[in-house]
């Protein structure tokens, strides 16, 4: 399978062809309930992460953390 170039949270990264948003998520060992997703400048909605990512596609993935003490 092909792979393509994207930029996951500022770093470019080789992924194989057809990863979803979700794939990269879980690849990161994060919960896809507990992060917000930026793909190329634009929030992604939980329902849309197992849209397929593109060559150039910039991704930022970032976990929420509670608050609180």
């Given at each position: ?5 994207i ?8 992924v194989k062809?057809?990863?979803?948003v979700?794939?990269?998520i ?5 919960d896809p309930?507990?992060?917000?997703v930026?793909?190329n ?11 397929t990512?593109?060559k150039?596609?910039e ?6 953390f509670?608050?609180?003490?």
């Amino acid at each position: 399978m092909l792979s393509i170039e994207i930029v996951l949270n500022g770093n470019k990264k080789m992924v194989k062809q057809g990863k979803t948003v979700e794939d990269m998520i879980q690849s990161l060992s994060l919960d896809p309930q507990r992060v917000m997703v930026m793909l190329n400048s634009e929030l992604l909605i939980r329902t849309k992460y197992n849209c397929t990512l593109k060559k150039a596609d910039e991704l930022e993935i970032l976990p929420f953390f509670a608050a609180g003490g």
